[in-house]
């Protein structure tokens, strides 16, 4: 079995920061993509970031430039988003997700069940 399990969400006052990490576990694989997405009931999905394995692929968000960050670790099969300058609007359930047969940035074949991130002072 693939497994994708999200962990380092939960509450943060705005302007403050917060690291989410995945780790890819189960049947492992040489992955193409691994990335972020969120869901929300007002935006519904929205695709936060991603990037390839050879790192020369690399896609965010309009609205999270310069604010999250994305890194891999290819031993460790994880992918981290470093969020910055947290907003109200950012709050969202957030999924990892990877892809196993292409570059597709966003095409997810797996994902996990997702961490709760809530901005609020």
């Known amino acids: 079995q693939v497994h994708l399990v999200e962990s380092g969400g939960g509450l943060v006052e705005p302007g403050g920061s917060l690291r989410l990490s995945c780790v890819l576990s189960?049947?492992?694989?040489?992955?193409?993509?691994m990335g972020w997405f969120r869901r929300t009931p007002e935006k519904g999905r929205e695709n936060i970031a991603s990037?390839?394995?050879?790192?020369?692929?690399?896609d965010y968000l309009d609205s999270v430039k310069g604010r999250f960050i994305i890194s891999t670790d290819t031993v460790k099969n994880m992918v981290y988003l470093e969020m910055n300058d947290l907003k109200p609007e950012d709050s969202a359930v957030y999924y990892c997700?990877?892809?196993?047969?292409?570059?597709?940035?966003?095409?997810?074949?797996?994902w996990g069940v997702g961490t709760q991130v809530t901005v609020s002072s």
């Open positions: 997700g990877t892809n196993e047969r292409s570059f597709n940035l966003w095409k997810f074949d797996y």
């Open positions: 990037m390839s394995r050879t790192g020369d692929m690399i």
């Open positions: 189960g049947r492992t694989f040489n992955w193409y993509v």
